[in-house]
């Protein structure tokens, strides 16, 4: 009983802590990938709270394709570092190695959910008709056109009511079934 009173409280703030700037890193990669405005004020918050992280890694990690390559090992390797302390806690009797391996899905899972809410904070924004020069409505804008552009392609508005959040959200929440639970099954993660 109280080793679960204390581990409990302990496993709340290392998910919230390494999940807190896990998704912020992936949010600048995606950024990066959408080539967002990096002088919104959002996204200068973005860089400052990752730069000092990312300045020297990318060093040893030079960008390839246009992929900030030191973005997504920095995203990677913190994961996998809050994974194995959570193996370790929980008293899972595992190598901590292998939490490499069980990063790699939930990070799959982190960046379609980080879509979805981008996608419904934008619905929700468009009800309320914000300043489209609001520097967060921006950003939303560029985060999430990659997806809901061809979703508008495929269904087009029906009497002036744009379907296409609706499609891309399934498309996007269906893409999680099939992907997160076979590469789960494949790394052997526990979580």
């Known amino acids: 009983m109280t080793e679960a009173y204390f581990t409990n409280p302990l496993i709340f703030l290392i998910k919230t802590l390494f999940g807190l700037y896990i998704s ?9 990938w959408v080539r967002a405005d990096f002088y919104n004020p959002i996204s200068q918050f973005v860089v ?11 060093k040893l990690i030079p960008g390839w394709g ?8 920095l995203a990677w390797l913190l994961k996998a570092a809050e ?30 959910n980080l879509f979805l809410f981008a996608i419904l904070i934008r619905v929700i ?16 804008g560029r985060l999430t056109d990659p997806i809901l552009i061809p979703a508008q392609r495929l269904l087009p508005a029906i009497s002036g009511i744009d379907l296409s959040p609706m499609v891309a ?16 099954l494949l790394t052997g993660s526990p979580f």
């Open 24 to 32: 912020i890193v992936v949010i600048r990669f995606l950024l990066q």
């Open 48 to 58: 400052t709270l990752t730069a000092p992280v990312l300045r020297p890694l990318r």
């Open 66 to 73: 246009g992929i900030d390559l030191a973005s997504v090992l």
């Open 83 to 112: 994974l194995a302390i959570l193996a370790m806690l929980l008293g899972l009797d595992r190598n901590p190695l292998l939490a490499l391996g069980w990063a790699v899905p939930a990070l799959v899972g982190l960046v379609i």
């Open 125 to 140: 924004l468009s009800w309320v008709n914000p300043d489209p020069y609001n520097p967060a409505v921006n950003l939303l």
């Open 169 to 184: 959200m399934i498309g996007l929440i269906l893409l999680e079934m099939f992907l997160v639970p076979p590469l789960a």
